[in-house]
Structures are given as C-alpha cells and as structure tokens.
C-alpha cells in the first residue's frame, strides 16, 4: 500500500527528530539500534523515514533516547 504524501511527511519528519534527538545524546545509529534491539538498517531507514515502525517499538525507542512524547 502507497503512502499518502502527508504520511510520507510525517515519516520524514518524525524520523528527522529521532535523528536530532540521538545526536543530541551523541549516539550512534548502532548503538541506538543495540538499545532497542533492532537491526542497523532498520533505525537507518526509520530515521531517513524510509518505514513506520509500530507503536511499541516507538516506546522502546524514547526510552533509549530519554526524552518525552513531546520531545
């Protein structure tokens, strides 16, 4: 099933802030997707906002980063 562009907006986005928000913490792509226990290119195409990642795997993500929903 395609995405919508408003959808592809919003993967773009949300994985641009994951993105800021492990800079942030001056982690690596691989060390996030150790604490999270996810393949590399998974948090390579979640951050470039290539896929949706469901909604648990989002809280494991947030509690790596440390930050808030809001955040």
């Given at each position: 099933?395609?995405?919508?562009?408003?959808?592809?907006?919003?993967?773009?986005?949300?994985?641009?802030?994951?993105?800021?928000?492990r800079s942030a913490?001056?982690?690596?792509?691989?060390?996030?997707?150790?604490?999270?226990?996810?393949?590399?290119?998974?948090?390579?195409?979640?951050?470039?906002?290539?896929?949706?990642?469901?909604?648990?795997?989002?809280?494991?993500?947030?509690?790596?980063?440390?930050?808030?929903?809001?955040?």
């Amino acid at each position: 099933m395609a995405l919508s562009k408003e959808q592809a907006v919003l993967l773009h986005t949300f994985g641009a802030n994951v993105r800021r928000l492990r800079s942030a913490e001056k982690l690596t792509q691989a060390k996030l997707a150790e604490r999270v226990d996810l393949e590399l290119r998974t948090i390579q195409k979640f951050e470039s906002g290539e896929i949706n990642l469901p909604l648990t795997t989002l809280y494991r993500v947030r509690r790596a980063l440390g930050c808030s929903w809001e955040a």
